[in-house]
């Protein structure tokens, strides 16, 4: 028998510990919708800018979380989940992104797409007509 069990048992305890606080399950729940900056997370709960640091630290600590610059200038830290920790950790199925962005790097197919899937969530959602164009 090998002890390589303690340390991914570690490691899950160490991901329960930091989801065990309500706000940084919140923030694991909103960032489960897309990469978020820590202003806006600040703002989503009414944080304010240090405590909104100490539980990133926490969740980047543990794992869950990872910054990175934005493309654009770099000048803009988000925040983004790690998937491959994330996995098995459930999120609330009650929250809605506030906004969607379509993106397709060549432009070939991303109004068809976006229209299709537009009108197979709101088909879905029981909100039937509309022509689900963009």
Known sequence: MTTDWIAETQGRARVYAALGEPVRLAIVDMLGLGDASPGEI???FELPTNLV???LGVLQDAGLI??????GDARRTYVRLRPDVVTGVLLSG????PRVVFVC???SA???LAAA?????????GHVGGDGAC
Not at 94 to 97: D, E, G, K, P, R
Not at 117 to 125: E, G, I, S, V
Request: charge should be positive; proline fraction near 0%.
């Open 42 to 44: 600040g703002a989503q």
């Open 53 to 55: 640091a100490h539980h």
């Open 66 to 71: 990872e910054r990175g610059r934005s493309e």
């Open 94 to 97: 009650s929250l809605a992104a």
């Open 105 to 107: 790097t060549h432009n």
């Open 110 to 112: 991303r109004s068809q």
């Open 117 to 125: 899937l537009w009108k197979r969530r709101k088909y879905r959602a």
